[in-house]
């Protein structure tokens, strides 16, 4: 099949193939089936009707008390990966590997509650795909052509804070927890998720911390709220995989989990302890992420 008959989504898809890491929603659509099985599915939520009919606050209730953790800080962060995870990485990596941003729509983004009082694997029943205009998919009945990477930039971002604003103002509303804290979580989730796939590539770190730039200042412009940006940090020398980055907003795991102290990436550790433990993952790879 060509690269003007294939669906952008499946290009998209198709070059997630190679990467460790990819978490990916499943999708569910006329031109792509990307589909796993969800055993002990009890109900399927779409983004807008699970918050207008006010599920957010329980569900939340029901995933903490299973789950953990107890504190509501950690607690909140948890429950925006259990959701927005996927999603956000399909945007960042579809953008960063394949110049194309998927389309996000609160009324087609689902999450699937399980049996065991947790979320599975989001789904996405949309294909709608922003593309350049010498995009070999520009014809495609699912591309959206816009002019140049700004526009695609602010589309996409555009599309995440309708798509994620819903349940990110019910999360605040139920836990007090801060917008600036939730959205700096969705920023931070956004850069770190170009930056994956160009370390384990060994691709430049640099340009993909731009790009990633570029697109979180479009999340801002688009209402986003954030207290800080995230940073690149650089603990390597001339070694491939020797950048990290440095989260802009603490995602407050360590109230949950004292002995375990600060995350590697997180913005209230000292530079010189993060360096250490970096270093330590060159050295024993297995330690890496």
């Known amino acids: 099949m060509s690269e003007e008959q294939q669906a952008p989504l499946q290009a998209l898809l198709d070059s997630c193939a190679s990467l460790k890491f990819a978490p990916l929603p499943d999708i569910r659509t006329a031109t792509v089936q990307r589909t796993r099985k969800h055993p002990g599915t009890e109900h399927w939520y779409r983004t807008d009707l699970m918050v207008a009919e006010g599920a957010v606050g329980p569900l939340f209730t029901q995933?903490?008390?299973?789950?953990?953790?107890?504190?509501?800080?950690?607690?909140?962060?948890?429950?925006?990966?259990?959701?927005?995870?996927?999603?956000?990485?399909?945007?960042?990596?579809?953008?960063?590997?394949t110049g194309r941003a998927p389309l996000l729509d609160e009324r087609h983004l689902w999450f699937p509650w399980l049996s065991t009082a947790a979320f599975g694997t989001p789904a996405i029943t949309s294909a709608r795909v922003?593309?350049?205009p010498d995009d070999p998919a520009a014809g495609h009945p699912d591309s959206v052509v816009v002019p140049d990477e700004a526009a695609l930039d602010a589309l996409a971002a555009r599309h995440?804070?309708?798509?994620?604003?819903?349940?990110?103002?019910?999360?605040?509303?139920?836990?007090?927890?801060?917008?600036?804290?939730?959205?700096?979580?969705?920023?931070d989730t956004l850069h770190f998720y170009m930056l994956n796939p160009a370390r384990f590539l060994g691709r430049d770190a640099e340009a993909a911390w731009e790009r990633a730039g570029r697109l979180g200042a479009a999340?801002?412009?688009?209402?986003?709220?954030?207290?800080?940006?995230?940073?690149?940090?650089?603990?390597?020398?001339?070694?491939?995989?020797?950048t990290w980055a440095v989260r802009g907003t603490c995602c407050f795991d360590?109230?949950?989990?004292?002995?375990?102290?600060?995350?590697?990436?997180?913005?209230?550790?000292?530079?010189?302890?993060?360096?250490a433990e970096l270093r330590e993952w060159i050295r024993n790879p297995a330690l890496a992420p």
């Open 160 to 187: 995440m804070v309708r798509a994620f604003s819903p349940i990110i103002e019910a999360l605040h509303a139920h836990t007090r927890v801060g917008l600036r804290t939730l959205w700096g979580w969705v920023l």
């Open 130 to 132: 922003a593309v350049l």
């Open 219 to 242: 999340l801002v412009e688009a209402g986003a709220v954030t207290r800080a940006r995230p940073r690149l940090f650089p603990f390597y020398e001339n070694h491939p995989r020797g």
């Open 63 to 97: 995933l903490t008390a299973h789950h953990g953790p107890a504190h509501k800080l950690p607690a909140a962060t948890h429950f925006l990966r259990a959701l927005l995870r996927e999603p956000i990485f399909l945007v960042s990596a579809g953008v960063y590997l």
């Open 254 to 275: 360590y109230k949950g989990d004292p002995e375990h102290g600060y995350c590697t990436t997180c913005p209230l550790k000292c530079d010189s302890d993060r360096r």
